[in-house]
């Protein structure tokens, strides 16, 4: 929802959700006072977004633009690997999941991932289950065959790692691949 509010006296803010457009019209500020004019925005790529208004008109004039600028930080990366490609059958091998962060400044909290896999790999016995993450919960049971992890954080600028050990039940080519990664900055 756009959260439209303000504290001017009258008026109508326009604000349609998903449009990129917002005006307000007919509101009044007594003299000496201020008011403020708030609308709920997101954005669909990472960066430093500027925005400029169009020009303030009022009873006493024209009052020129104002500017913000508003720095959106990208998702953290998210990819997985197995430590050895190819593998006996029965022979655990190691899973990574890698979490990079490093194109943001700000911590990726709620951290949140689920793999379903194949029905030919299931999670060796014992798991090997850890995480460099900070929190969260890492669920990976012996002989299952998901992975997931809820609730993590990985700091801004840095990146963790999770590993599972899993095991081949039967042997071919197989793909696995994970759901996606959600987080606070987004999902990858």
Do not use: H, W
């Amino acid at each position: 929802p756009s959260g439209t509010s303000t504290t001017c006296t009258g008026g109508t803010i326009t604000a349609v959700s998903s449009s990129s457009v917002v005006s307000y019209t007919g509101g009044m500020v007594a003299a000496g006072a201020v008011c403020t004019v708030t609308v709920q925005v997101r954005s669909s790529a990472p960066g430093s977004l500027v925005n400029t208004t169009g020009d303030l008109t009022s009873s006493l004039g024209n009052s020129s633009t104002a500017t913000a600028t508003l720095v959106v930080e990208p998702p953290p990366t998210f990819n997985k690997a197995f430590a050895t490609n190819p593998v006996e059958l029965f022979t655990p091998v190691t899973l990574a999941f890698t979490i990079n962060n490093s194109g943001s400044s700000t911590a990726a909290t709620g951290l949140s991932f689920t793999d379903q896999l194949p029905t030919e790999l299931v999670i060796a016995d014992p798991s090997g289950a850890s995480t460099t993450c900070t929190g969260g919960t890492l669920t990976a049971t012996p002989g299952a065959s998901v992975v997931s992890y809820t609730g993590g954080t990985v700091a801004g600028g840095a990146t963790c790692e999770l590993e599972v050990s899993v095991v081949g039940v039967d042997s071919g080519s197989l793909v696995n691949t994970t759901g996606a990664l959600t987080s606070s900055l987004g999902s990858s």
